[in-house]
């Protein structure tokens, strides 16, 4: 069974940083792309940032240059760092893989 649980979530200052995991199992983590897709209160899904199996990342020009996708095939997990945070970066942040889902985490950039 595929599984996704992210983490690193809050509530931080606009032009603050956090650092969100996502955990997976069930499947062979190191062979498929990893995606990034956030939903910002009353407003559709957007896609942030994937990386290859192989490595390189890619990322949605509004974050391009202050978000930094990483992986650990070792470990299992996708990171993605968050930096110079702003207010409309406010969303809920969803790790997909493979067609499936987590059950995502909660960012609040507010002062």
């Known amino acids: 069974e595929v599984q996704l649980v992210e983490s690193g979530g809050g509530l931080v200052q606009p032009g603050g940083s956090l650092r969100l995991s996502c955990a997976a199992s069930?499947?062979?983590?190191?062979?498929?792309?990893m995606i990034w897709v956030r939903q910002a209160p009353g407003k559709g899904l957007e896609w942030v940032s994937a990386?290859?199996?192989?490595?390189?990342?890619a990322y949605a020009d509004s974050v391009k240059g202050r978000f930094t996708i990483s992986r650990d095939n070792a470990k299992n997990t996708v990171s993605l760092q968050m930096n110079s945070l702003k207010p409309e970066d406010t969303a809920v942040y969803y790790c997909?893989?493979?067609?499936?889902w987590g059950q995502g985490t909660q960012v609040t950039v507010s002062s």
């Open positions: 997909v893989a493979l067609g499936y």
């Open positions: 069930g499947f062979t983590f190191s062979s498929y792309d």
């Open positions: 990386m290859k199996s192989g490595g390189g990342g």
